[in-house]
């Protein structure tokens, strides 16, 4: 005669199937996401066809992530932790070859998928205001908050700044400068000498003589090429 099953012994596997079903399905939509993105410049699509795309009802996208700005903070988020995944790099640098290295490495990806990351950021500043205050925290921190963390934890910064006030004040540099990347198509070198001229100007007071040195000598590189804004006379007088 068969014993039936004790209630433990049919919830758990049924319980471990359905995460691993949830997980399953929340990759399917990040992916299906990530495909769009890449094949629309404006990073543009809905809900009903990311559905479609990933083979989900329609109801799954919304019962899993909640709303499109949360479906698209994931798939920055993955892609950010990607870039982070290998901070083995700064082992042993300073503090000017860690901060104008990141530059290189985010120039770099950002140029390798372009059009993904373009479009990314074209659909996040697409979003109306309510979908824009899903966005809990700033996906930038997730780009620059290695970089900082290292930078305190091996003392390469002589000032006592706040981490969190470096942080923020990095990632507004970040996301006003990947918004007119996007926005206006520049190419990696404009990028690239925008990022290095912030970064390093806020940085240059932050770190021992040789690294500001040359953290100055990059900015003024980058400042070459910078554009100078019109005076007031310029704008009047044209």
Request: glycine letters at 6%; zero cysteines; charged letters at 25%.
């Amino acid at each position: 005669m068969q014993l039936a099953s004790s209630p433990a012994d049919a919830d758990g596997p049924a319980i471990g199937k359905r995460e691993q079903g949830v997980a399953d399905r929340r990759r399917r939509l990040i992916k299906a996401a990530t495909e769009l993105l890449t094949e629309r410049e404006d990073g543009s699509f809905s809900m009903p066809e990311l559905a479609r795309r990933a083979q989900v009802s329609l109801a799954t996208p919304y019962n899993l992530f909640g709303s499109k700005a949360a479906v698209l903070a994931q798939v920055f988020e993955r892609l950010a932790h990607g870039f982070n995944r290998d901070p083995a790099w700064m082992s042993g640098l300073g503090a000017a070859d860690r901060i104008l290295g990141v530059i290189d490495r985010l120039t770099l990806a950002y140029e390798q998928q372009g059009r993904l990351f373009r479009s990314l950021w074209r659909a996040l500043y697409g979003l109306d205001l309510a979908e824009q205050g899903d966005l809990n925290l700033s996906l930038s921190n997730e780009i620059v908050r290695p970089l900082v963390n290292g930078l305190a934890t091996d003392r390469l910064l002589i000032e006592n700044v706040p981490a969190h006030v470096l942080e923020l004040t990095l990632a507004r540099i970040f996301e006003a400068n990947f918004e007119q990347w996007a926005a206006q198509d520049w190419t990696a070198s404009q990028l690239r000498d925008h990022l290095q001229a912030g970064f390093a100007l806020v940085f240059i007071g932050l770190v021992g003589p040789a690294d500001k040195a040359r953290l100055n000598d990059a900015m003024q590189d980058a400042a070459q090429r910078l554009p100078v804004a019109p005076t007031a006379r310029d704008v009047t007088n044209p």
